[in-house]
């Protein structure tokens, strides 16, 4: 197993924690109203001043509806994104053609010595965290 298939599914958890956070947390509709969670509901807890054009029932519902989709769109993006990142299994020419010494030159070169762990993705290697 590759590093990139150990740490891919962390990255791709991380996102769907922080989704569901984004989706559990109140918030406050142009500055007026504050509404409930958008998984809870999106319930306002006041209403706005009578002469406003914001309606705080509808306007909450619909901000929260809004949240909801972000949420479920980046765990969506998340998991099919961590899911072909897996299954590439992205494998350098230098290291299935046996030259192993060359192996971490490739895509992940740019990023220096902190990319050095995850530069060669060759299954003989069998890289431990």
Known sequence: ???QQKLVPIGVLVIMALALVWAM???N???VVD???PLF????KNEAPPTSFIR????CLA???SRLLVSAVAS??????GAVMVAAKPISSACSGGDHDACREWWLAPLGPAAAGLGCQCECHDVIW
């Open 29 to 31: 509709f142009a500055n």
């Open 76 to 81: 969506l993006m998340a998991a099919l994104g």
């Open 25 to 27: 947390i109140p918030f």
């Open 63 to 65: 901000k929260g509806k």
């Open 41 to 44: 509901g999106a319930q306002n």
């Open 1 to 3: 197993m590759t590093r």
């Open 56 to 59: 705080a029932d509808e306007d």
């Open 35 to 37: 509404c409930e969670a």
